[in-house]
């Protein structure tokens, strides 16, 4: 039976990168390779209803061992696909032994992973470790927890363990807030889930950001720069003008733990329009509503400098707290800190910095907080992640069916 890494090394050779641009779904083609060899390997373990449909999400299930049909049905989550933040095609992992805390020279590129400035690097003492060669994103985002939910499938059949009815679900398009658009929640027959995207493996994660996108276009007013005293409204400048009138405080950079913030993702322009586009998030409802309400405020301060009309708003939510929905069923995360500590783990809560598609489950009508996955440094070239702590993902998948069986 292969390990959690084992699989791990073939999932990230596919590339799988979604694209915010594209307008399909699946965002991206490739997505499906990973798709049909995940349901070829599901066929393979022997599990039921196994599928893929025409928006490339995988669904199956394991029924219930006989006399345990009255146990919770249970469901584990991931997604395929990884972030387009940073290259994921010819991704050339880099298995490093027994890590001994030092900077590590990532060979592709000569970059340096270094302790200072990924500090929770020392968690990963004594481990062995997968790293990029430092040209790609790892993938461990969120094929790491797509190979622990594999096989703790794997596991629970060939070591023939008792269990209630399992079901899986893997997902596309997640990486640009998507993953949950088409997730056939009718047919998925699971009671409760939990998406195994999270970073530190003693993380339990049942609160997120309440997020919307927010898409700014100004209209500028160009003409020759030698005659355009009193005239001239360069759309560029009033952009910059506008995110000034943003608190500074309430960058991504500049916050933590549950402070929210104001992110321009993107702004291009010229004289005569630019446009800017922003994410929102706050933990808080009221403060995510006021955050609003403050972008809305210095759009309506330029338009009043510079005439109805020169800055047009769309402020558009993406997904909101799932706490409100886990905390009906908290048993959830009660058993997720009985399952941790008996892999002998140190449960901590963390809040998420961001969503999951579990956050948009949750609200949909199944409850769904997020598990770790071993990983760390997400979306960039220092990925990384523990096959030791992989392992104990595993681990935690398999405490939780035999808790709820």
């Keep these: 039976m292969q390990r959690a890494y084992e699989r791990f090394l073939n999932y990230v050779k596919i590339h799988t990168t979604s694209d915010e641009e594209s307008g ?27 599928r893929v449909d025409e928006h490339c999400y995988v669904y199956a299930y394991l029924p219930a061992t006989p006399g345990y049909e009255n146990a919770t049905k249970l469901g584990f989550i991931a997604h395929m696909d990884t972030s387009p933040e940073a290259s994921g095609k010819d991704v050339k992992p880099v298995i490093r032994k027994d890590y001994d805390g030092s900077d590590i020279v990532l060979e592709g590129t000569g970059d340096i992973l270094s302790v200072s400035r990924f500090p929770e690097l020392k968690d990963f003492i004594g481990d062995t470790i997968i790293t990029t060669d430092g040209t790609t994103l790892l993938g461990a985002d969120d094929k790491a927890g797509v190979a622990e939910i594999m096989t703790a499938m794997d596991t629970i059949i060939t070591e023939n363990i008792p269990h209630g009815e399992i079901w899986v679900g893997f997902t596309p398009d997640e990486e640009i807030g998507e993953g949950a658009d088409f997730f056939d929640l009718k047919n998925f027959g699971a009671t409760y889930a939990y998406t195994v995207d999270g970073g530190d493996v003693n993380a339990l994660e049942y609160e997120n950001f309440n997020a919307a996108g927010a898409e700014i276009a100004i209209k500028g007013v160009s003409v020759h720069p030698g005659s355009a005293k009193d005239i001239m409204v360069n759309a560029a400048l009033v952009g910059m003008e506008l995110h000034s009138l943003l608190p500074e405080a309430m960058r991504p950079e500049n916050t933590e733990g549950y402070e929210g913030f104001f992110h321009l993702t993107s702004f ?111 979306h960039g070239t220092y990925e990384c992640c523990s096959i030791d702590k992989m392992d104990k993902a595993v681990e935690i998948i398999l405490n939780l069916i035999e808790i709820y069986r």
């Excluded at 399909?24 to 196994?50: I, N, Q, R, T």
């Excluded at 322009?269 to 446009?275: C, F, T």
């Excluded at 909101?320 to 002998?344: D, F, S, T, V």
């Design 268 to 378: 291009t322009g010229q004289v005569s329009s630019a446009k800017m586009s922003y994410i929102i998030r706050d933990h808080d409802h009221d403060l995510f509503e006021a955050k609003k309400v403050m972008l809305q405020d210095a759009v309506a301060a330029i338009n009043k400098k510079y005439g109805d009309g020169t800055v047009t708003l769309t402020i558009k939510d993406s997904y909101y707290n799932m706490l409100e929905k886990i905390k009906p069923h908290m048993h959830l995360i009660e058993n997720a800190r009985l399952a941790l500590k008996k892999a002998g783990l140190n449960p901590i809560d963390v809040p998420v910095r961001g969503g999951t598609d579990g956050a948009r489950l949750s609200y949909d009508g199944l409850p769904c907080p997020n598990l770790g996955t071993g990983g760390c440094n997400f």
């Design 24 to 50: 399909l779904h699946p965002s991206f083609k490739g997505e499906f390779d990973l798709a049909h060899v995940l349901v070829d390997e599901l066929k393979g373990l022997g599990m039921s209803g196994v």
